[in-house]
């Protein structure tokens, strides 16, 4: 008689009923670094497109170059960088908190597949003709819900995670254990999923509204085409953008205490300092809805100091990062871990990402519609990326369940992506002090009458993009190599 | 022989993770809310019509808050009965609040239909629409959340030690109430 422990199940029937951290960190890490590879490949696309300004060379229209535009932005954020740290809140937390595995199990299970399906139809979405609206309103409106309807379960399952991850947190960590003894990665966790439980729901209170109205017979204003992006931009930009890098200032603190074999000095200083930096990133306010007559919320005094504010704390931060490195710098030999060298980039890109969001509102300057916005949204996001592959990098073999990590490949691919990151960013902030619009369209009065040096500097911003999208590539690489070989020495 | 001191307890797992959910929630309202009210001031401003005369009735919105008030007394009544095991009580008090809620959204839904405000006349109605339906989707949540406790008081499982899930959706329920005041206060009160 056969019973039911003796039907031997798919690999997928695994994956879905499975409840293990571990196995759902699979999903979220390579769902999440996928995402960030294919934002990457959108905003190749679009350099390409800024070639020529005058014109829609390599996609078909205005609109198109829009929906590649936003989803490069909407990828690397929502569906890239937040659940790329979920693989980590929910593996490393749990344990660094002393924690037997994640509290609720089946909800974080639930939380996984229902952002994998929202990322999916997301992406379909975009494909679709759809995205977040155009600014020529030739999207197809059915396509554009889907897309909101993706965005919302990516967000359901995002927040779910997040309760499950800050209930582990506050609730399971072991007896003894405060919240000033966590880890430095649990404690940026905790303070991140705070703000992500106090900024997403905002989010898809935006979403909905949206939904509602471009569902109707003709839309009021909400779910107006050409309006849809202005009413969500504020996840991508500062300060909201700052709190996908909060975490990864405590990943990089942890990796560089334990590659240097140093305990962290003034510990206190920098919890403090890391709570400032993710309470100084909510910016569910900063909407186009509560601009007050003759001044935009982006040039109210709150927005200005916060942009100013949050650079003296980062450089606090970085402050701690290279006194752990100073004592600690003889341990590292001649040769230092790739993901020593990934987290100490990342947090120097952060640091340079909150100094160009200073730079940007200073209002004498009128950068705020410049390309000086993506470039603080590079250099933020793209520290991110590098210091979530520090920390997957340095607790790999925990993720992926057995040894076969490849740390020339993973070095290389960091180098190849931080090189990326700061020819985009630079040439960006280049461009926008000379005139380039955030977004360019496909004429120059879109593009914003840039200045003849423009040209060139979009060309190295390709060589950027392409360096970013090797880096991706070289990482993603080396990501199935390590699974396969641990997979091998599991089965041995 | 002194006793062995209490070993130090974490807060309960299921209630810090309603308090989180539950807070998320308001955050979503929050939104909301604020939308509205500050579209609703640039209008104000302006001299525009925000909703047309006599769209908004005093009467329906009282009625409802009066049922939530009341479901909020008889949620609490839920709890004590828990805390002080008495599963009669427990029985009554959260099969009244589930029915206040199902008569909350009855009262609503027979408004809505009857208020001749499409969905699309003007930004006010939009908001209106999406903020009170959003709303009655937490209640609904709240209800089905309030039957599965009902099955488990049933069970014999809500007692005063296994009360978490009962304090949950307390926490939860609250929160109902207390958004659905500001509904009431900003909406169909001051219109």
């Not at chain 1, 659940?83 to 980590?88: D, F, H, I, K, N």
């Not at chain 2, 008569?103 to 839904?109: G, I, R």
């Not at chain 2, 009360?163 to 958004?179: E, I, M, P």
């Amino acid at each position: 008689m056969t019973t039911t422990d003796e039907i031997d199940s798919t690999v997928f029937e695994e994956a879905v009923t499975s409840t293990d951290p571990k196995v759902l960190a699979k999903v979220w890490g390579f769902g999440g670094m996928t995402s960030v590879l294919l934002g990457a490949i959108a905003g190749l696309l679009v350099g390409f497109e800024r070639l020529d300004l005058t014109s829609a060379d390599l996609l078909g229209s205005a609109d198109e170059v829009f929906q590649f535009w936003s989803a490069h932005r909407v990828a690397l954020v929502l569906l890239g960088v937040l659940p790329a740290l979920m693989t980590l809140a929910t593996t490393v937390v749990p344990r660094q908190c002393g924690a037997n595995t994640l509290i609720f199990p089946r909800a974080a299970a639930l939380a996984c597949w229902t952002w994998l399906v929202g990322a999916v139809l997301t992406i379909v979405g975009f494909l679709a003709d759809g995205g977040l609206g155009t600014p020529g309103a030739g999207g197809q409106r059915q396509a554009t819900a889907l897309t909101l309807i993706g965005l919302l379960l990516a967000i359901a399952g995002l927040l779910t995670a997040t309760v499950c991850v800050v209930t582990t947190i506050i609730s399971g960590r072991s007896t003894g254990t405060g919240l000033r003894d966590l880890p430095f990665t649990s404690w940026t966790t905790l303070v991140s999923a705070t703000i992500w439980g106090g900024m997403l729901p905002v989010l898809a209170a935006n979403i909905v509204l949206t939904y509602v109205d471009l569902r109707g017979r003709s839309a009021v204003r909400f779910g107006a085409e050409d309006a849809i992006w202005e009413q969500l931009s504020w996840m991508f930009t500062h300060p909201a953008v700052y709190v996908l890098a909060l975490p990864v200032l405590g990943i990089a603190l942890d990796v560089l205490s334990a590659t240097t074999g140093t305990t962290q000095a003034n510990r206190d200083v920098l919890l403090v300092a890391t709570a400032a930096f993710g309470f100084l990133s909510f910016g569910a306010y900063a909407q186009p809805f509560f601009d007050t007559p003759g001044t935009p919320v982006m040039e109210e005094a709150l927005y200005v100091v916060m942009a100013f504010a949050i650079v003296p704390v980062a450089l606090v931060i970085l402050g701690g990062v290279a006194d752990t490195l100073r004592r600690g710098a003889s341990n590292l030999g001649t040769r230092p871990p790739a993901e020593t060298v990934c987290a100490l980039l990342s947090v120097m890109l952060i640091v340079a990402g909150t100094a160009v969001g200073a730079l940007r509102v200073i209002a004498p300057l009128d950068l705020l519609g410049t390309s000086v916005t993506g470039a603080q949204f590079t250099l933020v996001v793209g520290g991110a990326v590098l210091g979530v592959g520090a920390g997957f990098q340095h607790w790999g073999d925990d993720l992926v369940g057995g040894p076969g990590a490849r740390p020339g490949m993973n070095l290389l691919g960091g180098l190849a992506l931080a090189g990326g990151v700061v020819l985009i960013g630079a040439t960006d902030l280049i461009s926008g002090l000379l005139g380039l619009s955030d977004f360019t369209g496909v004429d120059l009065a879109t593009a914003g009458y840039p200045g003849s040096g423009v040209d060139g500097l979009n060309i190295v911003s390709i060589v950027g993009s392409l360096a970013l999208v090797g880096g991706l590539v070289i990482w993603q690489a080396s990501g199935i190599l390590h699974l396969t070989a641990a997979k091998k020495a599991s089965s041995v | 022989m002194s006793a062995a001191p209490a070993a130090p307890t974490r807060p309960r797992t299921l209630v810090v993770a309603s308090a989180f959910g539950t807070g998320s929630v308001l955050l979503y309202f929050g939104g909301l809310f604020a939308l509205y009210f500050s579209i609703r001031a640039d209008a104000m401003a302006w001299g525009t019509t925000w909703f047309p005369e006599g769209a908004i009735q005093l009467v329906p919105g009282g009625m409802n808050m009066a049922t939530m008030a009341l479901s909020a007394i008889t949620m609490g009544w839920a709890v004590s009965a828990v805390l002080n095991d008495d599963r009669v009580h427990a029985y009554l008090a959260l099969a009244l609040t589930a029915v206040l809620g199902v008569a909350m959204v009855n009262q609503t839904a027979f408004y809505f239909a009857d208020i001749g405000l499409p969905i699309d006349a003007s930004e006010a109605a939009t908001l209106l629409f999406v903020i009170v339906g959003s709303h009655l989707v937490m209640v609904a949540v709240g209800i089905i959340w309030l039957g599965l406790l009902l099955l488990r008081a049933l069970g014999g499982q809500d007692t005063s030690r296994h009360r978490d899930l009962v304090s949950a959706a307390a926490l939860y329920w609250y929160a109902v109430v207390a958004v659905y005041s500001v509904i009431w206060i900003g909406i169909y009160i001051a219109k």
